[in-house]
């Protein structure tokens, strides 16, 4: 074992450049990578509560059914009313949303009156007995649509300057007291 004997000289290993054409190429291409990414990522623009009402309002000329309908209308204005000034509608019954309207002063007298007859309406149609006939007075599709669009169209135009409540039970809580 002695005799083998190594005759070559350990080589040394070249230097090791960094490879700065190669990161020179790479940073704009990522970046440009990323700036695509996040422009597919960015949330699709959220639909106001009066174009979401406005388009539950053309979709429920297709209910044939009076009850229905009027369940689904009563169950737009709620929950418009819900998104456009916080009131807690969805809790609420009619008359309790015609009172917290009165409260918050978003809208006059006599549109919180068409408003409260509306709902009245719906409330008749969908808690009644067999006696809703959907003839005649009772069932007037075109005219609750109208009268429907008439509040969104309404609220829409009032609200911005009307500030929302920070509270809307405790308010109303203190107000029966």
Request: aromatic content about 6%.
């Amino acid at each position: 074992m002695q005799d083998i004997r190594d005759a070559l000289q350990p080589e040394m290993l070249p230097a090791a450049e960094f490879p700065w054409p190669v990161l020179l190429l790479i940073i704009p291409l990522v970046w440009l990578a990323l700036i695509l990414y996040r422009r597919r990522q960015r949330a699709a623009p959220v639909a106001t509560p009066e174009a979401v009402a406005r388009g539950r309002l053309h979709a429920l000329a297709a209910i044939t059914e009076p009850r229905a309908f009027y369940a689904e209308l009563a169950a737009i204005l709620n929950q418009y009313l819900e998104a456009r000034l916080h009131l807690g509608a969805a809790r609420l019954t009619s008359v309790e949303i015609a009172h917290a309207l009165a409260r918050v002063g978003v809208m006059s007298t006599g549109w919180q009156e068409s408003l409260e007859a509306l709902l009245g309406e719906c409330d008749r149609a969908k808690f009644s007995g067999d006696e809703f006939s959907g003839n005649g007075a009772d069932w007037d599709r075109a005219a609750a649509m109208a009268r429907a669009r008439n509040i969104v169209d309404l609220l829409a135009a009032n609200v911005a300057s009307t500030p929302s409540l920070a509270n809307p039970w405790e308010r109303l809580g203190q107000a029966e007291n």
